[in-house]
DNA sequence: TACTGATAGTCAGCATACTGAGCAATATCA
DNA sequence: TGATATTGCTCAGTATGCTGACTATCAGTA
């Protein structure tokens, strides 16, 4: 049958509702305010220091469009620092703060144990497997969004 | 290490966004404008006439917020109607349209190939797996979202 | 050096998704 | 019956994500 509730795009779109609705829960009651899109952006700008939104936008599969209110929203809430590039002038490169730093260290754990918690009705074999299958799907469509994953 | 990109949560995410980028560029190229939220609605009108809204966003898994947008744009395509109960003065009930059931007849084969698509890097078998995971996944934190999937 | 094309970023517009609030109608129960 | 709770729907506000267009700048080349 055709039901849209067994195809495989529905149950994308539904485990993913899920790991936004468990990402927020857990990260609110530890007490911050950070989606898992900021979350990410984050932790690649620490992880590479002063790179520009292109970069960021394709190590982590976003649109470029995307990107900027995202950082518009890390900067305002004193996150991240966004400079003008000394060597082109086009370029913006971010920088995380002390504040963002501090928010990272201390969110990190919240983030891990909610990733347990939306694969909790598989055994730790079972996640693993999903984990590999969903990668391997990913990599055979990346090309096909306008935000393909781009290597540095 | 704790890579985002390698996280379930970034993963789901990343699936769903090829998922629907397939998903409109195929439908697209047949000639058709729908998205796949308003293809599941429609495919969940026809299958039950008459239906209210809280019960077709229980049926797919959306908010209820979300459903007013959907079919407003459903009836204004001249896709579906929405009709005030006789039973129940607060309720629409939902009706797909001789257009709308045309569209969907038309547009199921195109649908159904978008899902193979977004599944091309993985083997049959590599793919029934994925989705008996993600199914398996979803069931267990049906109830974590504010949107969870209600039987009829 | 002037022209051409590509690139970095932003913006407007649209469609999901969510939170929280509100209105109207219905259900429940003292 | 009358007060209270619940339910169906909508709306305002916010945050992804996308398309397509635009500006400013850079890079390569005739």
Redesign the pocket.
């Known amino acids: 049958m055709s039901d849209p509730n067994d195809m495989p795009g529905h149950l994308a779109?539904r485990f993913q509702?899920i790991a936004?609705?468990v990402f927020l829960a857990e990260v609110g009651e530890a007490g911050f305010d950070l989606?898992p899109?900021?979350y990410a952006a984050l932790a690649t700008i620490k992880a590479n220091p002063g790179l520009?939104?292109?970069?960021l936008a394709g190590l982590i599969a976003?649109?470029?469009?995307?990107?900027?209110?995202?950082?518009d929203?890390l900067v305002q809430k004193g996150l991240a620092e966004?400079r003008a590039?000394s060597r082109?002038?086009?370029?913006?490169e971010l920088e995380i703060t002390d504040e963002g730093r501090r928010t990272l260290r201390k969110i990190t754990p919240t983030v891990e144990s909610a990733q347990r918690i939306m694969l909790r009705g598989l055994s730790a074999k079972e996640g693993e497997e999903l984990m590999r299958l969903l990668r391997k799907a990913i990599a055979a469509g990346n090309a096909l969004?306008?935000?393909p994953l781009r290597e540095a």
Chains 1, 2 share one sequence.
């Open positions: 779109r509702q936004v609705a989606t899109v900021q520009d939104q292109v970069t976003y649109d470029r469009t995307t990107i900027t209110g995202v950082i929203r966004r590039s082109d002038r086009r370029a913006r969004s306008r935000a």
